[in-house]
């Protein structure tokens, strides 16, 4: 389970704009990375475009974003080109990390219980170490509130 003041959970997931992007490469860099269940559904288009609006003040304090959902790389590159996303979406088709992060458990809609991707977000700090957790985010305004963490950290 990912806890706040901890070693991130290392990754490499294969990213929408080519390659592989690992959590190594980050070192020294704040990364908001946020969790989300299926490209092209409202939920999720609703959430991507706030993070794309709130894109040049998280660059500004210095953080780098990725969404991460369990879509193939074809489907993020439709969804980024849609909704004119203007940073990486990484995908993790065998929800190892996804499971890491603590995204990925018992969801229950409609009173019918199954396993899929939990809405959350993961800030971590330029030492590697998380920083902020959002378990069980609802997508409409949480840009927002990751903007001011990161601007609060970035200031540590």
Same mark, same amino acid.
């Given at each position: 389970?990912? +806890?706040? #003041?901890? @070693? %991130? !959970? %290392?990754?490499?997931?294969?990213?929408? +704009?080519?390659?592989?992007?690992?959590?190594?490469?980050? *070192?020294? @860099?704040?990364?908001?990375?946020?969790?989300?269940?299926?490209?092209?559904?409202? #939920?999720?288009?609703?959430?991507?475009?706030?993070? $794309?609006?709130?894109? !040049? *003040?998280? =660059?500004?304090?210095?953080?780098? &974003?990725?969404?991460?959902? =369990?879509?193939?790389?074809?489907?993020?590159? =439709?969804? $980024?080109?849609?909704?004119?996303?203007?940073? !990486?979406?990484?995908?993790?088709?065998?929800?190892?990390?996804?499971? %890491?992060?603590? %995204?990925?458990?018992?969801?229950?809609?409609?009173?019918?219980?199954?396993?899929?991707?939990? $809405?959350?977000? &993961?800030?971590?700090?330029?030492?590697?170490?998380?920083?902020?957790?959002? !378990? @069980? &985010? $609802?997508? @409409?305004?949480?840009?927002?509130?990751? &903007?001011?963490?990161?601007?609060?950290?970035?200031?540590?």
């Amino acid at each position: 389970m990912i +806890e706040v #003041g901890k @070693k %991130a !959970p %290392a990754f490499a997931l294969e990213s929408s +704009e080519g390659g592989t992007v690992k959590l190594a490469d980050l *070192a020294g @860099k704040i990364a908001v990375i946020y969790f989300y269940p299926r490209d092209m559904t409202a #939920g999720c288009a609703a959430e991507a475009v706030e993070f $794309r609006d709130a894109h !040049p *003040a998280l =660059k500004k304090a210095g953080a780098v &974003v990725f969404g991460v959902s =369990k879509d193939s790389i074809a489907s993020h590159c =439709k969804f $980024r080109d849609k909704y004119e996303l203007t940073f !990486p979406l990484l995908t993790d088709p065998d929800t190892k990390v996804l499971a %890491a992060y603590g %995204a990925w458990g018992e969801k229950s809609m409609y009173g019918k219980k199954s396993m899929g991707i939990i $809405r959350s977000t &993961v800030l971590i700090g330029a030492d590697g170490k998380i920083a902020q957790h959002w !378990p @069980k &985010v $609802r997508g @409409k305004g949480h840009a927002l509130a990751v &903007v001011a963490a990161v601007k609060a950290l970035a200031k540590t």
